[in-house]
């Protein structure tokens, strides 16, 4: 059951690393909402900017993704 509380406790953190990211967040919607037919790696490089600040945010506040 730690480990359940642990993940319970992580995703409470969520929306407090995507709020510093918000910029490289709405980049990627954008992108994605742009795109009239989606396609696998249409839009990769926001994602992966994304996901390099959420990471960055997550060690920032000693908490893993």
Excluded: D, G
């Excluded at 967040?25 to 990769?44: G, I, T």
């Amino acid at each position: 059951m730690e480990a359940v509380k642990k993940a319970k406790e992580r995703l409470r953190q969520y929306p407090t690393l995507i709020a510093h990211c918000h910029e490289s967040a709405a980049k990627y919607a954008s992108c994605v909402l742009a795109k009239s037919n989606l396609e696998k790696n249409a839009c990769a490089a926001e994602f992966n900017e994304l996901k390099k600040c959420l990471v960055k945010a997550a060690a920032s506040s000693n908490t893993r993704l």
